[in-house]
């Protein structure tokens, strides 16, 4: 069974520092991976997703993330963080749409997220 | 063009009642999802649509959640004698489910459901 833990259930930071939020995953085969952020009173909006290639990847609003397989992680990262960055962050792994049998399978399994919050 | 919609974006009931909850999904997403998320928690799976038919229904939680896609598009997400444990927000999601697309999933904005 697929799984997501997210260490860090709260974390503080001061506007222009540095962030890194944890994931590690855990799934038997090659995993997609996705970073989505939820404001409050809005729905999930995803920063970026990993399925291949390049290990490093960027998304939006200035997020990149590192997959680490012998880590079994997806850390989540931005250079300078920014007051509007605070929200919760929620990381996930999903399985490959079509698999060898040509099922395909679908659904996300989510970590229990990180609320970030940004001092100014 | 337009997201995911889902209405009522807040239902109150009262236990041992009946809801549905609707959702809209972008036009051409053959896949849907529908997840529920409690305080506190991330989105849990409850059923996952390929076209008209449930692809994959293990999350629903007991045999009180029922969902259907009658046409290939719009989902109803019904569940009877709601309790009390039901509270949360239902999430909806679509996706192209293509390998270029890599299985990104477009959430709505969610029912909340408070059951009384």
């Known amino acids: 069974a697929q799984s997501v833990t997210q260490p860090d259930i709260h974390i503080t930071v001061s506007e222009g520092a540095s962030l890194e939020l944890r994931c590690n995953y855990s799934?038997?085969?090659?995993?997609?991976l996705f970073w989505y952020v939820q404001s409050p009173g809005q729905g999930l909006q995803l920063l970026l997703k990993y399925f291949s290639g390049d290990t490093l990847v960027q998304g939006i609003k200035g997020f990149e993330a590192e997959f680490k397989r012998s880590q079994s992680s997806f850390n989540l990262r931005k250079p300078s963080v920014h007051w509007s960055d605070a929200a919760e962050y929620f990381c996930?792994?999903?399985?490959?749409?079509?698999?060898?049998?040509?099922?395909?399978?679908?659904?996300?399994?989510f970590g229990q997220g990180t609320i970030l919050t940004v001092h100014p | 063009g337009a997201g995911v919609s889902q209405t009522p974006s807040n239902k109150v009931t009262e236990k041992g009642k009946y809801v549905e909850l609707r959702c809209d999904p972008i036009s051409g997403h053959t896949a849907l999802y529908w997840y529920r998320q409690s305080l506190g928690q991330g989105p849990e799976f409850l059923i996952y649509?390929?076209?008209?038919?449930?692809?994959?229904d293990s999350g629903l939680p007991n045999d009180r959640f029922f969902a259907v896609r009658p046409e290939g598009s719009v989902s109803t997400l019904k569940i009877q004698r709601t309790e009390r444990g039901d509270s949360a927000v239902y999430l909806c999601a679509s996706s192209t489910l293509t390998r270029s697309s890599y299985n990104e999933q477009f959430f709505g904005p969610g029912t909340r459901l408070t059951v009384l």
């Open positions: 996930a792994v999903g399985s490959d749409p079509y698999n060898a049998g040509g099922t395909s399978y679908g659904k996300l399994t």
């Open positions: 799934y038997g085969a090659t995993p997609y």
């Open positions: 649509f390929q076209g008209t038919g449930a692809a994959d």
